[in-house]
């Protein structure tokens, strides 16, 4: 492996670190190399906090090191004043003369300014070492800047014979297809994205929290659709354990294109990923509409001879893992609008 390859590795596996608490912040990896050591590494802390060079800087203890040293990060340092100064500034007040970029950043307030303020201070810089895989691993930030939506994760379980419901239900809870274990890392995934949709149905339905508690993780923002405001407080989706949205008709237009419309509300909101967990007809209509980026389909062993059909879809799959006797996989949407 490439030296600079080898470091913008580790700039990666560092950043992730950061997954589920630095939105709407990119999770960046920071590392400083100094005669083929590492002498300072940091990651984005949550949201309002330290970027990943300043806690990299910082773990750095002798600073006077730095003058000799090669800062690697996963995007773009940037240029502007936000919740902190800009980190394109640290570094030339450090005077660190060697900066490797993995990709520049295109949101509007960065977009190249970070790279040419380092190179006005006479900083060496290299742009687009495993570019594509910290473009991959920056996916929710750029998702949620250049498409102007939030990453989107389709979510279901089906059991064998292809449905994700009984035809009828007894009691106002959901009915497990897979098992536990599946189930705890579901409530993981709901730890590392900012926000978490269903429609009205399923919580008249389910009566679900939406919460992480088979998890240790911050509870994602709950969105609910109910269009004509039917749902009642009491509805464990309303409890104190998380912040709850809901969209009505008094937000968005339900006429058509609804998908889309509720894509623009969750960027006017500020929401750069959500995991959609609603049932066939709210998940067909963002299949439909091409406005999604992963499918995570788990198959469990039930069967339920009648119920509801899974939604019927076209994407790429790229990973398949077996948990006990359930199926998983993922899948990518190579149309995604």
């Known amino acids: 492996m490439k030296i600079h390859e080898k470091y913008l590795t580790r700039c990666i596996e560092i950043a992730k670190n950061g997954l589920g608490t630095t939105a709407p912040n990119p ?70 003369p060697n900066v490797v970029i993995g990709t520049t950043d295109t949101h509007s307030q960065v977009a190249g300014k970070g790279i040419e303020k380092l190179k006005s201070s006479g900083c060496h810089v290299i742009v687009g070492v495993l570019e594509d895989k910290c473009k991959e691993h920056h996916k929710r930030f750029f998702t949620f800047h250049n498409k102007k939506r939030p990453y989107i994760i389709l979510k279901w379980a089906e059991t064998e014979d292809g449905l994700i419901a009984p035809e009828t239900r007894d009691k106002q809870k959901p009915v497990w297809i897979t098992n536990e274990q599946s189930r705890q890392l579901v409530h993981k995934w709901r730890a590392e994205e900012q926000a ?72 006017k909101e500020n929401i750069q990923s959500i995991i959609i967990e609603g049932g066939r007809q709210t998940l067909q209509t963002f299949i439909d509409e091409k406005l999604w980026d992963e499918a995570r389909v788990f198959t469990g062993k039930a069967i339920f001879n009648k119920g509801v059909k899974a939604p019927v879809f076209k994407g790429k799959q790229i990973q398949e893992f077996s948990i006990l006797d359930d199926k998983l996989r993922i899948y990518t949407n190579k149309s995604a609008c």
Not at 39 to 66: P, R, W
Not at 254 to 260: I, K, Q
């Open 196 to 267: 978490i949709f269903v429609g009205t149905k399923t919580v008249l339905e389910d009566n679900p929290s939406l919460t992480v508690r088979d998890w240790i993780g911050k509870n994602p923002i709950r969105v609910v659709l109910d269009r004509r405001n039917r749902l009642s407080k009491d509805f464990q989706i309303f409890n104190n354990e998380a912040i709850t949205l809901v969209v009505s008709e008094n937000e968005i237009e339900f006429s058509t294109n609804l998908a889309t419309r509720f894509c623009h509300y969750l960027h």
């Open 27 to 96: 999770m960046v990896g920071c590392v400083i190399v100094l005669n083929s050591e590492i002498i300072g590494e940091g990651f984005t802390s949550a949201y309002g906090c330290n970027h990943a060079e300043v806690n990299a800087i910082a773990a750095v203890k002798d600073k006077s090191l730095l003058k000799k040293a090669t800062l690697y990060v996963t995007l773009e340092p940037c240029s502007h004043f936000g919740k902190t100064p800009p980190c394109s500034d640290l570094i030339i007040k450090h005077q660190i």
